[in-house]
């Protein structure tokens, strides 16, 4: 661990030197310096709103983490059970699971309107889809040995659903979040460059080309980086909490 | 203890594994049941747990139908089916946890339970008894094949079973494992008094466990044959002449067996 971290701070050091050596070199207003852009950050941190935006994006991000797991695990654990239900949504998921779902954005907001709902929406749409495939193919490739060991031990499906599936669906829903962060984020900035003057992506896009602060959309873009990195280490450390014998 | 009356069992679309089968098992007593792979005998170990049922005929445990797993009956198979995400303690303590889960409501768990076999001192008594202290915090993972066997002996027997079914139990194992977890089986039977059925496809393995040797060879299974070992138990009968004819007589009709004839 202490070497991957030394090793992350390595990486960091490179990027952040490659970055002030284009910096120099181009020495255009589109590209400021590390050094000025963390100064851009700091102020608008201080005097800002910088700190808002990224609470508003944070909270739709997680908000659409957790409907997804509420909704995806629960429905994966069922179809990787049943497997005559699975036959039966099996092609619906084989046809809608590679759909890029960012091309859905501006059909959710005219059905959904511009308020928080669609946003948090699409990216629930993102996660929905990987979780329950992951979870579904975990639940259904549980040996079955394993099952009727515990089935001897007296389960019937409320305990192996409390005792077994469950637990083995974990490390599926955690995968499918690490998985997903990514695309979520890109797609979070998306969502906020329509209709709405809150959250991290109208912040970047607003700053760049309304007010042409070059160094607050960059500190701007600082912080959507910092939120992906955060929910990436955050599932890193839950999977540790809750999966240690990974 | 345990009756198998004129059972048919087929599984979909495959000829019939057993066909007017009946076999008996008194209480108490130790049975192997030997025979090939695929030759059926895991089946009738499922069907013996209620985990299968036949399409005809019926399989009677202690005076009752089977119509769904027993909570006095312990299973252990080969792979051992511990849980991964949980250590030793808490595999030991599952079928503990999942009698406290439903109460004694004579299906899941007996109508009475034993008020401190239900406690988690049971379970570290277990873990103490086969000699799993100290790995309590261990994922199945960690553990070497033969301790993860004696992690399922302990969870199995924390419930306090009247009847012990292994599925090749062993069959994993190293050959010096291999015999101790053997020779705790047959004194943890002697302790315990459960009537024991064990599965295996090794002729020593069937002469050291079984009291009587139920021999399957060829599907379908219409008439128990068995080969009684009046010396089962006895101090040191791996080294007697009594215990090379066994060998002897289980290698030749295993043998007979697997070519479709019926020697017995």
Redesign the interface.
Known sequence: MNIRRRDIFIALAALLLLWQILAAVLHQPILPSPVQVAGAFAREIVRGDLPEHFLASLWRVVASMALSIALAAPAGLILGQSPALNRFFSPVIYLTYPIPKVVLVPVVLLFLGVGDFAKIFIIFLILFFQILVLVRDQAAGLRPELIQSVRSLGAGRRALFTFVYLPASLPAILTGVRQSIGTAVAVLYVAELFATQHGLGYYIYYSGSTLLDYPAMYAGIVAMSFLGAMLYVATDWLEKALCPWK | MIVLNQVNFAYPHKDLLFEGFDWQVERGQSWAVLGPSGCGKTTLL?LL?G?LFPSAGQVIVDGQVLAR?R?Q???????????????VIDNVR??L???R??GPDG???PAQMDEWNARDEAARAWVKRLGLSGLENQ???QLSGGQRQRV?IA??LA?QPDLLLMDEPFSSLDAPTRMSLRDLTLSLRAEQQFTFVVITHAIEEAAHLGQYILMLGRPPHRKPQIIPNPCFGRPNFADTDDYRALTRLLGEQLQTLTAGETAL
């Open positions: 499922y747990a985990l797993p909570p009956t312990g299973l252990i198979l080969q792979d051992f089916g511990l849980l991964p995400w949980s250590n599952l079928g946890r999942i009698r889960f439903y299906k899941h768990s994922y199945p993972g399922a969870r199995t419930l």
